[in-house]
C-alpha cells in the first residue's frame, strides 16, 4: 500500500525559503511521476511540479518556475520541494502525489497523495 507522508511546512515571510519533503513507501517507485500540487483556501488544487523517479526529468507550473526545484532522493525514497523567494500568493496546503507514468499528468490520474502540510507566508 503506498503512503505518502509530506512534512516542512510552516510560517515564513515573503522573500524566506522552505522545503518541503515526501516520504514515500509501499512499493518501488520505478516508473511513477511523483508530484507537488497546492491547494489554496476557496480555490482548486493546482500543479506546481512533478519529477520521473527513474529518469528524474523534472516539470513545472509557469508560477513557480525558477523559483520552486523538485527532486528526488531514491535512497530515502523521498521527494523535496525546495521553494525560494516565496510569496504570499504561494501560501497554501502543499500535496505529495504519485501516478504510475513518465510524465506530470492531470491531477486526476494520481490515485496516490499524502494528507499535506500547510505553507504560510506572511508578507
Known amino acids: 500500500q503506498v503512503q505518502l507522508v509530506e512534512s516542512g511546512g510552516g510560517l515564513v515571510q515573503a522573500g524566506d525559503s522552505l522545503r518541503l519533503s515526501c516520504a514515500a513507501s509501499?512499493?518501488?517507485?520505478?516508473?511513477?511521476?511523483m508530484a507537488w500540487f497546492r491547494q489554496a483556501p476557496g480555490k482548486e488544487r493546482e500543479f506546481v511540479a512533478a519529477i520521473s523517479w527513474s529518469s528524474g526529468a523534472t516539470s513545472y507550473a509557469d508560477s513557480v518556475k525558477g523559483r520552486f526545484t523538485i527532486s528526488r532522493d531514491k535512497a530515502k525514497n523521498t521527494v523535496y520541494l525546495q521553494m525560494n523567494s516565496l510569496q504570499p500568493e504561494d501560501a497554501a496546503v502543499y500535496y505529495c502525489?504519485?501516478?504510475?507514468?513518465?510524465?506530470?499528468?492531470?491531477?486526476?490520474?494520481?490515485?496516490?497523495w499524502g494528507q499535506g502540510t500547510l505553507v504560510t507566508v506572511s508578507s
Open positions: 502525489a504519485a501516478r504510475l507514468g513518465y510524465n506530470s499528468g492531470p491531477r486526476t490520474t494520481y490515485p496516490y
Open positions: 509501499g512499493r518501488t517507485f520505478s516508473g511513477y511521476a
